[in-house]
């Protein structure tokens, strides 16, 4: 036997960073969830039990809180690349990081027409994700939204499919549609983190045009299927940040069924005079796809 692929480090490191405007008063804090996996020359810990590769997952855990504080943590994609290239500045048998940053909301409540200077609210479990890898030829990004729940009570229609001895769905003009977004946008790969750091007000902005479109084209789009929404949001994101290569979509489809009560004296409640429906925990539908540059 022979070990054909390791990385180890720290997971689920949960991270606060608050920054306090001294001139207004006014704080904002960054919450996140870190992993920071490593790769390099460390075959010698799992075959041979030497430690002496290996830099241990609790100084790992050390590392990304000393990071937060002499860094900044937003955008998440510099934090993220800041973090990996540490480990590859630091140890030269180390010659990939790989960091996963979640950042979760923390948005600012507004009281009596004001925003509070340092309340917040977690509105959604919607999240900000980040993966970067970071090795001595470059660092390549990506970035996310995940667990953005939506739903349209009607501008979703599902018909056409292929009808045979299977089939037991009927086709609609008028359906709910409900998904948990799960979108995606690779970065071109950049030489170093000067690359990175060049023009990083890029990150903020994607992620701002990535969640604009998903939630315009969500609730515009005539739906004909899950498959051309999505493709149609891909498209525009591409479109909308030239320094993407690529963008992916993973859309479950969360149904909401009918139900028939016409055995209940006769209570029309299917169809056109559909108002009562069972969402369904599952099956789910889920479609995906990544749409690339042509
Ligand atoms: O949008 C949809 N796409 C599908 O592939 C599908 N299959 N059943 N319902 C569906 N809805």
Known sequence: ARLSAARYGKDNVRVYKVHKDEKTGQQSVTEMTVCCLLEGEIDTSYTQADNSVIVATDSIKNTIYIKAKEHPVNPPELYASILGQHFLDKYAHISAAHIDVTVHRWTRMVI??????????????????????????????????????????????????????????????????????????????????????????????????????????????????????????????????????KTNYS????????????????????????EVYAPQSGPNGLIKCEVSRS
């Not at 859309?251 to 029309?268: C, I, M």
């Open 251 to 274: 859309l479950p489809n969360k149904h909401y069924f009918e139900v028939d009560l016409s055995w209940h004296k006769g209570l029309q409640n299917t169809g056109k005079d559909a």
């Open 112 to 245: 009596d027409g004001q925003p509070h200077p340092h309340s917040f609210l977690r509105d959604g479990q919607e999240t900000r994700n980040v993966e970067a890898t970071v090795t001595r030829d470059g660092i390549t990004i990506k970035s996310g939204i995940v667990g953005l729940q939506v739903l349209k009570s009607t501008g979703s229609a599902f018909h056409g499919f292929v009808r045979d001895e299977f089939t037991t769905l009927k086709e609609t003009w008028d359906r709910i549609l409900s998904t948990d977004v799960d979108a995606g946008w690779t970065w071109k790969k950049c030489a170093n983190l000067a690359a990175v750091q060049d023009g990083v007000e890029r990150f903020d902005a994607a992620w701002e045009a990535a969640r604009n479109i998903t939630l315009k084209t969500f609730a515009e789009d005539e739906s004909a299927s899950v498959q051309n929404t999505m493709y149609k949001m891909c498209e525009q994101i591409l479109d909308a940040v030239p320094e993407t290569e």
